[in-house]
């Protein structure tokens, strides 16, 4: 027929404005008039002709046209969600400056705490705080003085006795000293224990014992002394024994 143009067993069998006529079932004709979109241009239209005498576009315009689909399966436009309302979010909220490699290389290097955090926030406030006299609690001996006696005259006046005298102490700023002491009779004796003249700890010895303990820092100091002293009310003299002493060095503790 006279404006179409026909090819046996091609795609399309027929390609023109007009309607084919006598056309078989399953022929393509391309409607080169068709305006699918009603938009006035004719854009064009593939068509198969049917086995119910009619032609039938091989392309869809319509959602309608669809076959199977449901209308759940697929959304037309974003549908909102709990939290997300129409406008939540819009081209100004969304925009944002972006940061340049010198700015984060400047951030980085910021020591100053620029985002304010604090130590509750990190856990750092309930970090423990380690203190010399708790590591040396159990820390190591470094000198084990041997026990000892002295007497403690009625009179009231003071006795001394040296524990440690001049122990080379040159690698320690701190150290930590106790011991037992034992009196013949409870209650009369006053005890005090110094370290390099500063008294660290005093006790009216009970019987059976009391303990005397006490620590001092020594910074620059090259050498120990531990003196125990000691005076009594009692109308006869008395006798002091000192046991278990220990002198514990303190443990170098850098502050984080």
């Known amino acids: 027929m006279a404006g179409f143009t ?33 938009d006035g241009t004719a ?12 032609w039938h576009a091989t392309s869809v315009d319509d959602h309608r046209e669809l076959k199977g689909v449901l209308e759940d399966n697929h959304h037309q436009y974003p549908i909102p969600t709990a939290g997300l309302v129409d406008g939540a979010v819009t081209a100004a909220k969304a925009a944002f400056d972006y940061v340049t490699p010198s700015q984060l290389q400047d951030h980085t290097s910021d020591e100053t705490n620029p985002h304010n955090v604090t130590d509750e926030q990190t856990g750092g406030a309930a970090r423990p705080v380690i203190t010399d006299t708790s590591i040396m609690t159990n820390g190591p001996e470094f000198l084990t003085p041997a026990d000892g006696s002295m007497v403690v005259p009625q009179d009231g006046s003071v006795v001394s006795s040296d524990i440690v005298s001049g122990a080379d102490v040159t690698t320690i700023n701190e150290v930590i000293v106790d011991m037992t002491l034992t009196a013949s009779v409870a209650g009369y004796i006053n005890a005090s224990l110094d370290i390099n003249g500063q008294q660290v700890d005093s006790v009216v010895v009970e019987d059976p014992s009391s303990t005397l303990t006490g620590s001092v820092a020594i910074p620059q100091t090259t050498t120990l002394d531990v003196t125990l002293r000691a005076d009594q009310n009692n109308t006869s003299d008395e006798t002091l024994d000192w046991t278990n002493v220990s002198v514990k060095r303190e443990l170098q503790v850098k502050d984080l």
């Open 43 to 54: 854009e064009g239209q593939y068509k198969r002709y049917g086995s119910d005498g009619e």
């Open 6 to 38: 026909a090819g046996g067993g091609s795609r399309v069998d027929y390609t023109g404005p007009d309607e084919p006529t006598d056309p078989d079932q399953n022929e393509v004709w391309l409607d080169t008039d068709a305006d699918p979109d009603g």
